[in-house]
């Protein structure tokens, strides 16, 4: 039976992609900074575990306790909305602490492993910001952005010991904590902005294509099984049109 473990599964994307690997009978290892249990189902083939992928010691500890895995879905990720002249470079730093080098961190503590299964698959979750220009979210595009180059350059480095590495480009998800989770991180728009960050607003809540959490844990199932070599999955109607566009 396999394994797949999950980054960042307390809530949004990771969530809903625990729960549909594991209907789909596999061993879900799901993993958050605080464990929860309250939100998944409850069974011998589902294990919650700690895990902060900015801290080496906590990525050790839990690749150590989680055993053999044939999947490892990057998923953890934080968001920050708001103009990028008022954005702290503390703040800069966070993001790509997990978005960048949380992803690589737990790669390469993954690598060995698939490798000498000479099988698996690293998936990468990353966004559409990474599709086409938006704003407001410059310093969080970059932190995705990287993981895109990232990953396109490892899937040539791993295809030799026949390891697979793919890209789950969501959408837009207002479901999801990302917008008040990233608003959070940044100070209020200051007021030159305040014009063009209202039309920007009214843009992504006038939105009809939206990516919901299905969509992206259908997209990384069958990034979990491709064989074909495709790269690139968008999740979601928006991130669909968006890469149909690019």
């Not at 009978?25 to 895990?51: E, H």
């Not at 999947?71 to 103009?83: E, M, P, Q, S, T």
């Not at 100070?187 to 843009?203: K, Q, S």
């Amino acid at each position: 039976m396999n394994t797949v473990m999950i980054t960042g599964s307390s809530s949004g994307y990771g969530l809903e992609t625990a729960r549909h690997f594991h209907e789909q009978g596999w061993n879900v290892i799901a993993t958050m900074r605080t464990p929860r249990t309250d939100v998944l189902p409850q069974s011998d083939r589902m294990r919650v575990l700690a895990l902060d992928v900015t801290s080496t010691e906590s990525i050790s500890a839990a690749v150590a306790a989680a055993g053999p895995i044939d999947v490892l879905v990057n998923n953890a990720g934080i968001g920050a909305f708001g103009a990028f002249e008022v954005t702290p470079i503390p703040t800069i730093r966070e993001l790509f602490e997990t978005n960048t080098f949380g992803v690589m961190a737990m790669t390469q503590a993954i690598i060995p492993q698939l490798r000498e299964r000479r099988s698996g698959a690293v998936i990468n979750v990353t966004s559409s910001a990474t599709l086409a220009r938006m704003p407001l979210v410059a310093a969080y595009s970059a932190s995705k952005t990287a993981i895109e180059g990232f990953t396109a350059s490892l899937a040539l480095e791993l295809e030799a010991f026949d390891v697979r590495v793919k890209l789950i480009e969501p959408g837009l998800g207002p479901t999801t904590r990302f917008a008040s989770n990233g608003e959070s991180r940044i100070d209020p728009i200051p007021e030159p902005y305040v014009p063009f960050a209202e039309r920007v607003m009214t843009g992504f809540q006038e939105q009809t294509a939206v990516t919901r959490e299905s969509d992206v844990a259908e997209a990384v199932w069958r990034a979990a099984h491709d064989t074909t070599g495709q790269l690139r999955f968008p999740a979601g109607a928006d991130a669909v049109a968006l890469a149909q566009v690019r």
